[in-house]
């Protein structure tokens, strides 16, 4: 895979709805996640409206990202596991099952914050991962999310 194609860029129009990652949402985050060796890596500026209070991220935010990255992340280990190319045919797409965040200091409102996702483990439909945010160096939030592949005719209209 090229590594300049955010995972989110490869889901089809159905799927880039989403408030955290889709590219068609104009009013939501649009994370991308990109593959960077054994991790998925993520880049996000927060906006002054994402004030918990002043100086200080919503926690709210810390949650969405970790569990948009962890979809797309997701996404990655599902193809690796199958030896495809993400991007291939047929489409992998994740939902949270569960997403557990432990916020460990708060997150500073200004800086880039980072997110790396690790693989723990993959199985035939499920992906856990543990992810890390961190601004400026300093960890401020780890999480661990369980996600499970949407079944191909998930959303598809039933005649």
């Not at 995972?7 to 129009?13: I, S």
């Not at 961190?134 to 661990?144: F, H, I, N, Q, Y």
Request: aromatic share 8%; charged share 25%.
């Amino acid at each position: 895979m090229n590594e300049k194609i955010a995972m989110q860029d490869l889901y089809g129009e159905t799927w880039a709805q989403c408030y955290g990652c889709g590219r068609l949402n104009e009013h939501g985050l649009q994370i991308k996640s990109y593959i960077e060796g054994d991790e998925v890596v993520c880049h996000f500026r927060p906006k002054p409206y994402h004030t918990a209070i002043p100086g200080y991220v919503y926690g709210g935010l810390v949650a969405s990202l970790i569990d948009c990255h962890g979809t797309g992340a997701a996404a990655a280990a599902g193809y690796a596991a199958e030896g495809r190319a993400p991007g291939t045919e047929p489409a992998l797409r994740y939902v949270t099952a569960s997403l557990k965040v432990d916020f460990l200091r708060p997150t500073p409102l200004g800086p880039v914050l980072e997110l790396r996702a690790r693989t723990r483990e993959v199985r035939r439909r499920k992906v856990i991962l543990d992810i890390t945010l961190t601004a400026e160096g300093e960890l401020c939030a780890r999480g661990e999310i369980i996600c499970v592949r949407i079944p191909d005719d998930f959303g598809r209209v039933k005649e």
